[in-house]
């Protein structure tokens, strides 16, 4: 599981955001839980609508576990694949590359933590 902030973690699970960054590592790869926290980026919101991506309202989008994707690779982001190292959401300095999203029918309500965390 891993607590990513909203309006990150309704991109990811939708599948438009395919790098999320961090500033560690992991050598973990497999599936992840996407958990939507319950602070929310206000200036990633007022980003991600001056870049025309369309976002419901914060105080409309639910918390908790909403989602998974697959943690494929994980690398600093001077070391991106070429058809990455453009992709709108590689910033770093560690690049979480993921794929297969998959969105919840229904969240499920819980807590955050730091760190990649068991439900």
């Known amino acids: 599981m ?10 990811i ?5 395919r790098i999320e960054n961090r500033t560690w590592s992991t050598r973990y790869r497999g599936p992840v839980w ?3 926290g319950a602070m929310y980026d206000e200036r990633a919101f007022d ?3 001056g870049k025309g991506i369309e976002l419901p309202d914060p105080d ?3 918390g908790g576990i909403i989602g998974q994707v ?3 690779d994980c690398v600093p982001v001077r070391d991106l694949p070429t058809k990455l190292h453009r992709h709108w959401s590689a910033e770093g300095p ?4 993921v794929n ?3 969105r919840l029918k229904t969240p499920i309500d819980c807590r955050g933590k730091l760190g990649l965390w068991r439900f």
Request: glycine residues 2%.
């Open 34 to 36: 996407i958990h939507s």
């Open 94 to 97: 560690v690049c979480w590359i």
């Open 70 to 72: 697959e943690l494929i």
């Open 60 to 62: 409309d989008l639910p």
């Open 13 to 17: 699970v939708a599948g438009e955001k």
């Open 2 to 11: 891993l607590t990513v902030r909203d309006p990150w973690a309704h991109l």
């Open 100 to 102: 297969c999203p998959e």
């Open 47 to 49: 980003w991600c609508r």
